[in-house]
């Protein structure tokens, strides 16, 4: 998408060791209003698959699939990274090993949201080795759920989860794809 | 405001010590027509502040930070609770305690996103003891912005923190304010 491209190499900071900072309109600072045009550009993706739930993990992919949800006229669902008091007994869960942290932690959703007669739309921030995604894909699959497809922000391309998910048939949209951001120079596909 | 007072009885539970469940819309599923609804009663309010920002903590206050950013046409910035690599060194911090988990934790704010020329409008999915709207207040203080005010959906006004704001000459809106919820039955102001 031409809009997020221009917003990456306008705003976004390419940092040593493969870090794209883009905490001043994405996953920090959010802009809602171009949120909104990546919302409208997934419906434009997926929006025939009879999507009945988008999915996500939070912290950073909740304000994406809220915009995404709103075209949809679907709930939004966020997994939790931790139990609280409020989540109850009754939930799925998944391994998520954290590339970025350098651990792993289990993420959660509630039984009560997800069944086997749900079609989902996976929706994340960021793809790069696609490890969180892999978890939401694993609490669908945990609640008999379909996938209906995976839909990114952003992927890069060169941490091979993107590939990963096309090879096993799952269509994904990734909005922006970036193939390399050697040096401080972020190249797209 | 009626529509969330209404769902709140239509849906959410009132478990054994205050616990306010409603995570079916709310917190952990969301409808984002009904936050939409929410985000502009706010904007019914604070529409005149002079508002430059929306300031929430994760995860639960982001989606209701966004469905209000949308009508004050501002940006949504929310508080993190961890340090990431992302993050930076440059940021304001603050402690809270929380009730509902029994620990205490740090949250986070990039110095970039918040300065004195920014006034505020802190947003919350709840208003209980206030102690995570504390925090925000602290990391505006120390940005040297200004509080245009307080937004919650769902004030549990028996756990006093919003009569601590409103004492303290805060100008708080809270949507939906619960007096009571003893033996199951939420009693509204």
Redesign the interface.
Same mark, same amino acid.
């Given at each position: 998408l031409k809009l997020l491209e221009e917003r990456i190499l306008s705003d976004g900071l390419a940092l040593p060791?493969s870090?794209l900072?883009v905490?001043?309109?994405l996953?920090?600072?959010?802009?809602?209003?171009l949120?909104?045009e990546l919302g409208r550009e997934f419906y434009n993706i997926f929006g025939s698959e009879n999507v009945t739930k988008i999915l996500t993990v #939070? &912290?950073s992919g909740?304000?994406l &699939?809220? &915009?995404a949800? #709103?075209f949809f006229?679907v709930? &939004?669902?966020?997994a939790? /990274?931790g139990l609280?008091?409020?989540?109850?007994s009754d939930y799925y869960s998944a391994e998520v090993f954290s590339y970025? /942290?350098g651990s792993q932690y289990t993420i959660y959703?509630?039984k /009560?949201?997800l069944s086997e007669r749900d079609r989902v739309l996976i929706i994340d921030d960021f793809l790069a080795t696609g490890a969180a995604l892999d978890g939401l894909c694993d609490i669908c699959a945990r609640a008999g759920a379909s996938v209906a497809g995976i839909g990114a922000a952003i992927e890069k391309a060169f941490q091979g989860g993107g590939k990963r998910f096309r090879e096993a048939g799952i269509k994904l949209a990734s909005l922006a794809v970036i193939e390399s951001m050697d040096n401080g120079k972020i190249v797209f596909n």
């Open positions: 060791g870090v900072k905490d001043m309109f996953n920090h600072q959010i802009d809602f209003s949120l909104k #939070e &912290a909740i304000a &699939a809220c &915009a949800a #709103e006229s709930p &939004a669902l966020f939790k /990274k609280s008091k409020n989540i109850g970025t /942290k959703v509630s /009560k949201y």
